[in-house]
């Protein structure tokens, strides 16, 4: 079963990635990624310009002699797990002096050149948006030089590269559909390490889908920093859109769009995507998510925290009263939507009246699921630069466990609603508990297992739920639904 409350859990991450190998490639390449789903995604596309290159996966630390990492910057954790993560490299290398050692991602971008002076172990340093770089820093890498590309791009947005997928259930998959964000939360280190918003360009998207759907994937996910604000004109910087020509602008295609092709294209594909941010959120893509079946009646809808002057200080474009009445007209189109949350206890000066507003809106809208932070201060952001991170490491500590044990509450509430209903189900993978059970998800993004039968990872089935936690529904199928 998953743990009751999702959390995300910075320990479990950084598993080795690995892949169908090829015979003619060579060398091995360990890759790890740690954050965002986006991270993973960007490891794959990081994977596949390497089997170019004649790397082949590998799980076996001691044997590679490439070992790149992906990291995040998101919380001060993140980062403290890769660096304990290089220092493990690091004792491997003293064996196998041929190794070499690439940082990539967020961290790469936060901490450039400085990275070869502090972790002197490290060769390589690829910020997000120079993976294609990578075969020309490896050949400075190979001949004893370390090698840094951290520039932010305007267009780059991978869409010419096929990821080669990594540790797939090769049921469900990520499509990045945007890079970058432009929001500028005043907690947040994405603006300033994933560089600014650009879309990709949605014939690119349709056809990745239809490799996918080709190779049998029955779910893809649609990621960005902020799918809603999703907007294609012919490329660039989405800040830009104001200089296009007029023909580039009465064409363009935002989300609600995108997403309205990708589910008709693809009928027999669920279709789900994240993250939406409430000041982006259109009721358009209610009413599209409302008229194709085959997209999920799941929305990650981050508010970070339920007090007006919170919202303010973290520079989120909406107030509380906004997010609620959003959030019921999400409700009056869609009564089974499925809402999930972010939230950050102990920003700079929050009091416990802000504290209680944020329990109290969770109150109101009840999500199924949550991701809870306390607040962790990051250089360079405003909130970095500028405020006072003044709530005490306790108080932040308290503050988390109370919206940690309310989420549970919720997510309770919400299992229970299933309880007697025949629902479809997507076969995911085993149940981590029980080697006899399928693991698999409805349309609102709930859990469920049951027993395995004659049924097979990929099909769709109708499940009687019988019983639940607070994370995972138990049922017994019924038979196979009518998509597969
Ligand atoms: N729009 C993005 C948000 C990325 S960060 C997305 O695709 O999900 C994911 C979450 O991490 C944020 O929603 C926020 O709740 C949390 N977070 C970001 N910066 C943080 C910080 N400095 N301290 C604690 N949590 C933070
Ligand atoms: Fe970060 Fe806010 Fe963008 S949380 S990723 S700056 S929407």
């Avoid at 060579?26 to 991270?39: A, D, P, R």
């Avoid at 491997?92 to 991602?105: D, E, F, H, R």
């Avoid at 390490?193 to 996918?212: A, C, H, N, V």
Wanted: hydrophobic share 35%; aromatic share 8%; proline share 3%.
């Amino acid at each position: 079963m998953e743990p009751s409350v999702k959390v995300i859990n910075e320990k479990i991450q950084g598993k080795a990635l690995v892949t169908e190998n090829k015979i003619e490639n060579t060398k091995k390449l360990f890759i790890e990624s740690y954050g965002c789903q986006m991270n993973m995604n960007d490891s794959e596309i990081v994977a596949a310009i390497l089997d170019k290159e004649g790397y082949n996966t590998t799980q076996i630390l001691e044997e590679a002699d490439l070992v790149l990492v992906n990291t995040c910057s998101i919380r001060e954790k993140a980062e403290t797990s890769v660096r304990k993560r290089l220092q493990k490299y690091n004792a491997v290398k003293k064996i196998n002096p041929k190794m070499k050692v690439g940082v990539l991602g967020c961290m790469a971008e936060r901490l450039k050149e400085k990275f070869l002076e502090e972790e002197k172990i490290v060769d390589l340093v690829v910020g997000p948006d120079a993976y294609k770089d990578l075969p020309n820093l490896l050949s400075e890498v190979s001949e004893g030089r370390s090698a840094v590309n951290v520039i932010l791009s305007k267009d780059e947005t991978y869409g010419d590269i096929s990821p080669v997928r990594l540790n797939t259930n090769g049921v469900t998959a990520f499509v990045s559909i945007t890079r970058g964000c432009d929001n500028m939360c005043t907690f947040c280190v994405v603006p300033f390490t994933r560089g600014r918003e650009r879309s990709r360009d949605p014939k690119s998207i349709l056809e990745e889908i239809q490799s996918m759907v080709d190779q049998n994937f029955k779910e893809i996910t649609l990621l960005g920093q902020n799918v809603d604000s999703f907007l294609w004109f012919g490329g660039g910087l989405k800040k830009d859109f104001k200089k296009a020509t007029e023909m580039a602008r009465a064409t363009a295609i935002g989300f609600a769009e995108l997403l309205d092709m990708c589910a008709t294209k693809f009928p027999k594909t669920r279709f789900r995507f994240s993250t939406s941010n409430p000041q982006d959120m259109s009721l358009d893509v209610i009413h599209v998510m409302a008229k194709h079946i085959n997209i999920c009646k799941y929305l990650h809808l981050p508010v970070q925290s339920g007090s007006n002057a919170m919202l303010k200080a973290m520079n989120r474009q909406h107030t509380r009263e906004e997010y609620m009445t959003l959030v019921d007209n999400i409700f009056k189109i869609i009564p089974e939507m499925s809402l999930s949350q972010d939230m950050i206890v102990g920003f700079c000066g929050e009091t416990e009246e802000d504290h209680q507003d944020t329990l109290a809106l969770m109150q109101y809208v009840k999500y199924d699921f949550g991701f809870m932070f306390t607040y962790s201060e990051r250089p360079g952001t405003l909130a970095g630069n500028k405020m006072d991170d003044d709530v005490p490491q306790p108080v932040k500590k308290r503050r988390l466990q109370e919206i940690i044990d309310l989420q549970q509450e919720h997510a309770l509430f919400r299992t229970q609603q299933h309880l007697g209903k025949i629902e479809e189900f997507l076969i995911e993978g085993t149940s981590k508990k029980n080697p006899d059970e399928w693991k698999a998800r409805n349309t609102q993004n709930t859990i469920a297992v049951f027993k395995k039968e004659h049924y097979k990872l990929g099909d769709f089935v109708n499940v009687k739920v019988e019983d639940c936690t607070s994370a995972t529904l138990k049922g017994t199928v019924v038979g196979y639904s009518d998509n597969n």
